[in-house]
């Protein structure tokens, strides 16, 4: 299996931009996928694909990806935006899902 | 409205066994690839276990594989997990989860059930 790295925590002034990354080899072959986590709550899928957002999830949230690295990036960070942010690929056989360790968003 | 609603977490002992299930509505539940993704408490997701949308087709992470199993039933839009040889390790939220193909996007979640390996 692959593995994905993120940083485990991040801030933002409100109003502000932020990007999130994710870095794993595996990320060469397949786009991440992104989730935003509410305490208590189940994940939420924000981005997937390329660049794509489900119905329902605002575009201020947007993806992209450059070699082993993809980002989540929130442009004009709302305070409802605070949550953690996990994302994940296949890995490296294709079978395989594997999750990063998670982003703590706090929007100051 | 899409919903995904697990079951038949709970308190279980070291070495016992416990089945989730996971009903769906709301989607083509038959088309769906099926995950199980599991949360300790206080810890990140961690993916355990793909079941392709014909059932013939399954995947486990090296932690769980040999001791879970997962399967479906079209018919009954449901999803299970068996879980044997449960150890504290184990621990966690249980989430099912969705995906339209074989990618990492899962787009449909439940809210969970927690199931305790403990003494």
Same mark, same amino acid.
């Given at each position: 299996?692959?593995?994905?790295?993120?940083?485990?925590?991040? @801030?933002?002034?409100?109003?502000?931009?932020?990007?999130?990354?994710?870095?794993?080899?595996?990320?060469?072959?397949?786009?991440?996928?992104?989730?935003?986590?509410?305490?208590?709550?189940?994940?939420?899928?924000?981005?997937?694909?390329?660049?794509?957002?489900?119905?329902?999830?605002?575009?201020?949230?947007?993806?992209? @990806?450059?070699?082993?690295?993809?980002?989540?990036?929130?442009?004009?960070?709302?305070?409802?935006?605070?949550?953690?942010?996990?994302?994940?690929?296949?890995?490296?056989?294709?079978?395989?899902?594997?999750?990063?360790?998670?982003?703590?968003?706090?929007?100051? | 409205?899409?919903?995904?609603?697990?079951?038949?977490?709970?308190?279980?002992?070291?070495?016992?066994?416990?089945?989730?299930?996971?009903?769906?509505?709301?989607?083509?539940?038959?088309?769906?690839?099926?995950?199980?993704?599991?949360?300790?408490?206080?810890?990140?997701?961690?993916?355990?276990?793909?079941?392709?949308?014909?059932?013939?087709?399954?995947?486990?992470?090296? @932690?769980?594989?040999?001791?879970?199993?997962?399967?479906?039933?079209?018919?009954?839009?449901?999803?299970?997990?068996?879980?044997?040889?449960?150890?504290?390790?184990?621990?966690?939220?249980?989430?099912?989860?969705?995906?339209?193909?074989?990618?990492?996007?899962?787009?449909?979640?439940?809210?969970?059930?927690?199931?305790?390996?403990?003494?």
């Amino acid at each position: 299996s692959s593995e994905l790295t993120q940083d485990p925590a991040v @801030s933002v002034a409100l109003g502000q931009t932020v990007r999130i990354t994710c870095q794993g080899d595996n990320l060469r072959n397949y786009y991440a996928s992104w989730y935003q986590q509410k305490p208590g709550q189940a994940p939420v899928l924000v981005i997937y694909g390329k660049n794509n957002r489900p119905s329902g999830i605002p575009d201020r949230f947007s993806g992209s @990806s450059s070699g082993n690295t993809d980002s989540l990036t929130i442009a004009g960070a709302q305070a409802e935006d605070e949550a953690d942010y996990y994302c994940n690929s296949r890995d490296s056989s294709g079978d395989h899902l594997v999750f990063g360790g998670g982003t703590r968003l706090t929007v100051l | 409205e899409v919903q995904l609603v697990e079951s038949g977490g709970g308190l279980v002992q070291p070495g016992g066994s416990l089945r989730l299930s996971c009903v769906a509505s709301g989607f083509t539940f038959s088309s769906y690839w099926m995950h199980w993704v599991r949360q300790a408490p206080g810890k990140g997701l961690v993916w355990v276990s793909r079941l392709r949308s014909d059932g013939i087709s399954t995947v486990y992470a090296d @932690s769980v594989k040999g001791r879970f199993t997962i399967s479906r039933d079209n018919a009954k839009n449901t999803l299970y997990l068996q879980m044997n040889s449960l150890r504290a390790d184990d621990t966690a939220v249980y989430y099912c989860a969705g995906a339209p193909d074989i990618s990492s996007q899962l787009d449909h979640w439940g809210q969970g059930t927690l199931v305790t390996v403990s003494s």
